[in-house]
């Protein structure tokens, strides 16, 4: 069955250090999205991406935020410059529609530690 | 804003029998959706259930099943002969219909069950 993939499982960084987490939606999807989960609150909305631009973030989402699609396959998050606050497990999801019969199909997460 | 709310931390049922997890949520749109995805440990989250505003009627997939009660804007998940593989954290979670606002999830705290043999 298919699935969404995420890399890396674990990642520890340095305060002030660039991330990428990257995610492999599913092959025929064309909706992907990212969300985040610190410790013991909400898995929270980041961001949707559709037809190579971003469709609707949240107010976490800021400039140090940023999705591409770099080959038409991955999906990545980069944080340009991390913050302790930026520690959570990061979950990326694809969809096939960007409606109610487009499930979201999440991968297992990335969890970011920062130090 | 959108919020919902799982006041359930943590439940556990016997195998076989049933349980109810709660969901309640707030929302001003009239048209949204609610879903109910299932996190077993260390795995992916999956979709359980949906249940789109404007119907009346409950939905139901094999064991499990909604109580939407829109009114009172509560949605609970119910599932029947409970099964060890059920043992996960269950996410209640809303969106609006129609735009671009479909698959912005809002989502609870979660709820984790124990199924115990």
């Known amino acids: 069955e298919p699935e969404v993939t995420q890399t890396p499982s674990h990642q520890v960084t340095q305060m002030g250090q660039e991330v990428i987490l990257r995610c492999v939606p599913i092959?025929?999807?064309?909706?992907f999205y990212w969300y985040r989960q610190i410790l013991g609150q909400k898995v929270e909305f980041l961001v949707s991406?559709?037809?190579?631009?971003?469709?609707?973030k949240s107010e976490i989402f800021d400039d140090q935020f940023s999705v591409e699609r770099p080959d038409g396959s991955n999906f990545t998050l980069k944080i340009r410059s991390t913050k302790l606050e930026d520690s959570a497990m990061y979950f990326c999801?694809?969809?096939?529609?960007?409606?109610?019969?487009?499930?979201?199909?999440f991968g297992e997460g990335s969890r970011l530690t920062v130090l | 804003a959108q919020t919902v709310t799982q006041s359930q931390p943590e439940m556990s049922v016997q195998e076989a029998e049933t349980v109810t997890l709660s969901c309640t949520y707030d929302?001003?749109?009239?048209?949204?959706?609610l879903f109910w995805y299932k996190q077993p440990p260390s795995r992916q989250m999956i979709l359980v259930i949906r249940?789109?505003?404007?119907?009346?009627q409950n939905a139901t997939e094999n064991r499990f099943s909604v109580n939407f009660q829109k009114a009172a804007k509560s949605f609970s998940l119910k599932i029947s002969d409970s099964q060890l593989g059920d043992t996960a954290m269950y996410f209640c979670?809303?969106?609006?219909?129609?735009?671009?606002?479909?698959?912005?999830?809002?989502f609870g705290q979660g709820t984790i069950l124990t199924v115990h043999p």
């Open positions: 092959s025929n999807h064309l909706y």
């Open positions: 991406f559709y037809n190579n631009e971003i469709s609707e």
């Open positions: 929302t001003s749109e009239n048209n949204y959706y």
């Open positions: 249940q789109e505003a404007y119907k009346q």
């Open positions: 999801a694809s969809s096939a529609q960007g409606s109610l019969t487009g499930e979201l199909f």
């Open positions: 979670a809303l969106t609006n219909a129609g735009g671009t606002s479909y698959g912005k999830l809002t």
